[in-house]
């Protein structure tokens, strides 16, 4: 829980976001390249993808471009690998 103001509580709990409801659509229609992706929000301020988005989206391609938007405007465009640097990937596992 994160104190955003006198009186208001915002909960994150482990939902699915948008970034992984798009990933997730992709696969199930047979896609699992993936280029880029962008987030856009209606707010002053740049979104960013959760750390669970970040992950699900590094198995797929951790150098995937991102791209960051506003309604209003703003924009910022990165990479997948600056946002999650030392993702946890398949081969990890493989010994």
């Given at each position: 829980?994160?104190?955003?103001?006198?009186?208001?509580?915002?909960?994150?709990?482990?939902?699915?976001?948008?970034?992984?409801?798009?990933?997730?659509?992709?696969?199930?229609?047979?896609?699992?390249?993936?280029?880029?992706?962008?987030?856009?929000?209606?707010?002053e301020r740049l979104p960013t993808p959760c750390g669970a988005c970040r992950q699900v989206l590094?198995?797929?391609?951790?150098?995937?471009?991102?791209?960051?938007?506003?309604?209003?405007?703003?924009?910022?465009?990165?990479?997948?690998?600056?946002?999650?640097?030392?993702?946890?990937?398949?081969?990890?596992?493989?010994?």
């Amino acid at each position: 829980m994160s104190d955003i103001g006198p009186g208001d509580e915002e909960l994150i709990g482990l939902t699915v976001c948008a970034e992984r409801t798009a990933a997730f659509a992709a696969v199930n229609a047979g896609d699992t390249a993936f280029d880029a992706i962008a987030v856009v929000i209606d707010d002053e301020r740049l979104p960013t993808p959760c750390g669970a988005c970040r992950q699900v989206l590094a198995e797929f391609s951790p150098d995937m471009r991102v791209i960051l938007a506003t309604t209003g405007g703003k924009r910022k465009v990165t990479t997948l690998g600056e946002l999650l640097p030392d993702p946890f990937l398949p081969e990890n596992l493989r010994r």
